[in-house]
């Protein structure tokens, strides 16, 4: 070896200095991995659309449900529920009442919902259910003996108004805030004492006409057959009370009325009752009576079991 050669060796050796650059990149250049797809992520399901026709339905029925349950109650209202409820019980109204006594209960209904509400309406239709239901009974034998009612018991328009007449005031006066508040109770009090006394009359003189064993002249308590005006017996009029002893409650359940009211509506019916046979004893269809028929005693003997109501509500609930 030569001695440049070993003089180069022992030199000491110093890297030359490379620029960065050519090693390393800027950050902006890198490029960044691929994103794998998550094996394990659910996939994202799409969105269900509705159709029109059944959105269109469900506010259909949004409607009417709230319709139905407006408070206070409008025409509207009470039109389309009793429209909707005459339809679904057509059944039970077809057998207690004929084609006109039909249209006469609609627009009683419709009133009545009107005035107080779907409670109201309960009741009248507790009134009709159980009235028909008691002059049903024992048809074919009352058919034979005479005494039924016409049609197979079917009521027409007359005995729509007749039984309804003073609940109808009751209801026209309530709509129209007749007294204001402080007598809004006295007509829903007026109201259900009115149909307490109606069915009461109805029951009584239905059952007495089938199961009556002995049946009474309230007048002059003579012995006389079954169907007799102004004639009453033991079995029919327990079963009146009875009857206005649960419409009555009907309507306490149904918050109406209070409890001494109750009380007060069964007294009245009764009351009312008795005048309504003495009348018909007395009266009805005799010469110069010969305008008193049936309907009109039956206005008269619910008038008298509304006002009694009132009045008695008026002398005794103040004062407990």
């Known amino acids: 070896m030569s001695s440049l050669s070993t003089l180069l060796l022992l030199l000491p050796y110093k890297s030359p200095a490379i620029p960065p650059s050519r090693f390393f990149l800027p950050p902006s250049t890198l490029q960044k991995p691929p994103i794998l797809p998550n094996l394990h992520r659910k996939p994202r399901l799409s969105r269900q659309v509705t159709p029109p026709h059944a959105m269109s339905a469900q506010g259909a029925l949004s409607e009417a449900l709230a319709l139905i349950q407006s408070a206070p ?12 409820i005459f339809v679904a019980g057509s ?42 239901g008691a ?6 034998q009352k058919e034979a ?14 005995s729509v108004i007749g039984s309804s007449a003073a609940g109808c ?29 109606k069915l009461s009359d109805t029951v009584s003189s239905e059952i ?33 009370i009875l009857a206005s002893v649960l419409l009555a409650s009907v309507s306490f359940l149904l918050g109406q009325i209070n409890a001494p009211e109750a009380i007060i509506c069964v007294a009245a019916s009764q009351i009312a009752n008795l005048g309504e046979s003495i ?22 003997n619910i008038s008298m079991g509304s006002i009694l109501a009132v009045l008695m509500q008026q002398a005794i609930v103040p004062n407990l």
């Open 73 to 84: 109650p409008t025409w509207k209202s009470a039109v389309f529920s009793n429209l909707l």
């Open 91 to 132: 059944p039970i109204l077809v057998a207690g009442l004929s084609a006109s006594g039909i249209g006469a209960a609609f627009l009683l209904g419709t009133l009545t919902w009107r005035a107080f509400g779907p409670s109201g309406f309960l009741l009248v239709a507790a009134y009709f259910v159980i009235g028909t």
């Open 135 to 140: 002059t049903k009974v024992k048809m074919a």
């Open 145 to 158: 003996q005479g005494v039924a009612e016409k049609r197979k018991g079917r009521r027409g328009p007359g």
């Open 169 to 197: 005031v009751c209801a026209f006066l309530s709509i129209f805030g007749i007294g204001g508040g402080a007598f809004s109770h006295l007509w829903l009090l007026g109201f259900i004492a009115s149909f307490c006394t």
């Open 208 to 240: 007495g006409k089938a199961y009556g064993k002995t049946t009474y002249l309230v007048t002059t308590f003579k012995v006389v057959p079954r169907g007799t005006e102004g004639a009453v017996s033991l079995e029919g009029t327990i079963a009146g």
């Open 279 to 300: 009348i018909g004893a007395a009266f009805q269809e005799k010469e110069g009576f010969r305008w008193l028929n049936n309907d009109a005693v039956n206005i008269i």
